[in-house]
């Protein structure tokens, strides 16, 4: 039997987007929603996606 997942929680801890695997970042062998998540936030806090309280 096998599972095909299609959405996924940001790997990032503070956000709560859930993200398709078609359309995520992949950094570090885990999926994030963005550019922001992906790089650990060095550019800016957030995710800059309406209603996610990620900061970073």
Do not use: Y
Not at 11 to 18: L, P, R
């Amino acid at each position: 039997m096998s599972v095909n997942v299609e959405m996924v929680k940001c790997a990032c801890t503070d956000c709560v987007c859930v993200v398709s695997t078609d359309n995520a970042v992949k950094a570090d062998g885990r999926i994030f929603c963005g550019e922001n998540c992906a790089n650990h936030h060095q550019q800016s806090t957030g995710c800059d996606h309406a209603g996610c309280p990620c900061h970073g």
